[in-house]
């Protein structure tokens, strides 16, 4: 089980940081990704990292503004973003995937799924 939060009403140039925190004892060899879904968009991958935390991936479109990092100690998985934009407002999942190997930029790579957290920025 994920839950996510740290959603909020931002404005442009502002930043947030999402926790999403998971049950479960084998966290660190899950495979965590976070997903965004914008109004009358396909749910996108926004970045990924591995089990361990020493390999993370970015969407192009959020590379450089966004880091994903994880706390094994705490089952916790973190999104910081900066710089947002209002092309960043999304409801925003964050993901898990067991296995830990399974390709992490595909949303059905991914077994569990948080409730969501919506990001608002304003111009």
């Known amino acids: 089980q994920l839950q996510a939060s740290g959603g909020g009403l931002v404005q442009a140039g502002d930043s947030l940081r999402l926790s999403c925190v998971a049950s479960g004892r084998t966290f660190n060899n899950y495979q965590m990704g976070w997903f965004r879904q914008a109004p009358g968009k396909e749910r996108e991958f926004a970045a990924g990292?591995?089990?361990?935390?020493?390999?993370?991936y970015y969407a192009d479109s959020v590379k450089g503004r966004f880091t994903i990092s994880r706390d094994n100690a705490k089952n916790t998985v973190y999104l910081q973003m900066n710089r947002l934009s209002p092309e960043d407002t999304a409801v925003y999942y964050c993901a898990g995937d067991p296995s830990g190997w399974r390709p992490h930029r595909r949303a059905d790579s991914y077994d569990l799924w948080g409730q969501g957290t919506q990001v608002t920025v304003s111009s």
């Open positions: 990292i591995s089990g361990s935390g020493g390999t993370t």
